[in-house]
């Protein structure tokens, strides 16, 4: 799942440096070299364009529908709509200015103006759901008879694609999955009951950035290369969960929805100056989720704003019975959205990395929260190392993967292992493999035991929340501050939740980043509501300028 991205080698030290610093590592042969997996800064690349997507076929089934909304509708509409969060579209609907069926034609048009095949093309929509105006008004109908039961209710929301929804394929960004039509995740049925609208699905890092090796973030074979709307082929977008990042940043959906096992929530929201939550493992399904890692992976909500990640969040909350990891350590009952508020900070205490404190936006957010009342406290990072990460995903992949496929693939699809993905890619690898697989050569070929995956898994979650748990001890801090997804490793291991909200751009390059919140397990709401508190008093986010 849902991947590393933008700092990941830092993981394994206690360096705190920018991402494209150069640390020592390691030597190969005990697995701590996960520079294959980690975001590289591309400017240039091998494919840029899908040569699987017909976008003629995409649009066919909107065509008759969007003849009627013209740009003066759009233009219309965009005051009302364009960086609004989902209370306000919901009180906009009940005011009779908007329609469910008019929002969604309102992102439809847009991701038709914007995301291909023009000169400001975003290649962020991988699939899009043909029955959606349909069901949006169906919305609008029951909006009448019924209120509003959930706030999610009528929200046109997008969906990485590796999540499983019915009348799309789930493809991973594979082509050996592109026939894959599966019945709804656990996490979109959740949606579904609570009246969301599947808008479409986004592109990814081809097998959630655990793939190629040497490849930028954002490509995958179906969807082609994803690029960052605040410096097209200029900034990297951030992986695993590119397109979910760059779609949520240009306002082609209310929100999305990403997966992350090390930093693929994180790194993409904060490259796209979006609010993203990786949730405590097991508070969200997984249950119908292409995957890397069965001990690592989480879906979590990508949004531009706080609120509406809090309400996406919640509507995708329940216990998922086919899920080993499943928990009900935050019931929907007890998260009360109807009076959900940034929460003071007067006396909160967040530990900040001395070493960060060079980066001018991360002193400066230090500053804000100080201003709010939080006390900060100065902390070292520990030189702890997370040894044999590469072959906890190796080992987790090699049987997570048949198992998804067995379970919940199409019976079109041949494929049954990571073996036969190889053998597969290798009958056409220009167009299948560009950049090619050596990260799945490297699942082959490692001969791990069950028992060295459980003590990899052990030494891991051990060092991971020895790395947060020892100032957050020692200080009584509620939680520990990052950028991005500088620490989103420690975090996976220890099956931490983190958040990030936008703490603004940088001068040289106008580079979005984000403030990264990591606290202990199903801490989440917490974390929203500090985070909360934090963006109302700063209000970072900008919208992309080119796509306004």
């Given at each position: ?36 997996i ?56 009940q ?55 959930h ?13 499983d ?53 954002g ?29 949520v ?66 509507a ?48 400066k ?39 998804y ?32 697989q050596?990260?799945f ?108």
């Amino acid at each position: 799942m849902r991947f590393l991205a933008f700092t990941l080698l830092l993981l394994l030290f206690s360096s705190c440096k920018q991402h494209n610093s150069q640390s020592p590592i390691q030597s190969k042969s005990d697995s701590t070299d996960i520079s294959d997996i980690s975001t590289k800064q591309f400017t240039e690349f091998k494919v840029l364009d899908s040569k699987y997507m017909d976008v003629e076929q995409l649009w066919e089934p909107f065509n008759a529908e969007l003849v009627s909304f013209s740009e003066t509708d759009y233009n219309n509409l965009k005051p009302l709509v364009l960086e609004q969060d989902i209370p306000s579209l919901q009180k906009y609907v009940q005011e009779g200015k908007l329609s469910y069926e008019l929002l969604t034609k309102f992102y439809l048009y847009r991701i038709r103006k914007y995301d291909r095949a023009n000169p400001n093309s975003l290649n962020s929509v991988i699939a899009l759901n043909p029955k959606v105006i349909e069901e949006a008004r169906k919305c609008d109908e029951l909006i009448k008879t019924n209120g509003l039961k959930h706030p999610i209710f009528g929200m046109p929301i997008l969906l990485k694609d590796n999540i499983d929804a019915s009348g799309m394929p789930t493809t991973a960004g594979a082509v050996a999955l592109k026939d894959n039509f599966t019945e709804d995740a656990f996490i979109v049925k959740k949606l579904k009951a609570n009246g969301a609208l599947i808008l479409g699905k986004t592109n990814l890092s081809e097998w959630a950035y655990f793939f190629c090796g040497d490849c930028p973030s954002g490509y995958s074979a179906i969807g082609g290369q994803t690029l960052n709307p605040y410096g097209r082929k200029v900034l990297d977008t951030g992986g695993s969960s590119s397109g979910s990042g760059v779609a949520v940043a240009a306002n082609f959906c209310v929100a999305a929805v990403g997966s992350e096992t090390s930093g693929s929530i994180l790194s993409p929201s904060s490259q796209n100056s979006n609010v993203g939550l990786k949730p405590t493992i097991g508070l969200l399904g997984r249950s119908g989720i292409v995957p890397i890692s069965s001990t690592l992976d989480t879906p979590g909500p990508m949004t531009k704003n706080v609120i509406d990640n809090a309400i996406l969040f919640h509507a995708m909350l329940g216990k998922d019975m086919d899920d080993f990891k499943a928990t009900d350590g935050i019931l929907k009952e007890t998260f009360d959205l109807d009076n959900f508020e940034p929460i003071d900070l007067q006396g909160k205490k967040f530990g900040c990395f001395a070493s960060l404190k060079e980066d001018p936006l991360y002193s400066k957010a230090l500053q804000d929260l100080e201003h709010l009342g939080a006390e900060i406290v100065e902390i070292e990072a520990q030189e702890i190392q997370l040894p044999y990460f590469i072959r906890l995903l190796n080992l987790d992949m090699k049987k997570d993967l048949p198992t998804y496929l067995k379970h919940y693939a199409d019976n079109n699809v041949k494929v049954t292992s990571v073996e036969d993905v190889i053998v597969f890619n290798r009958e056409d690898s220009i167009n299948r493999m560009p950049y090619g697989q050596k990260l799945f050569e490297g699942i082959v070929a490692d001969n791990g035991t069950e028992k060295d995956l459980e003590n990899i898994k052990s030494t891991l979650k051990t060092n991971g929340k020895l790395f947060l748990d020892t100032p957050m001890q020692k200080y009584q801090l509620d939680a520990v501050l990052s950028i991005n997804n500088f620490h989103a490793g420690f975090a996976a291991v220890a099956e931490y939740p983190a958040i990030t909200v936008p703490m603004g751009y940088t001068a040289d390059k106008g580079e979005p980043k984000g403030l990264t919140f990591i606290s202990k397990p199903f801490s989440e709401i917490q974390l929203l509501q500090w985070a909360m508190a934090y963006e109302q008093a700063t209000k970072q986010r900008e919208m992309p300028k080119d796509y306004n």
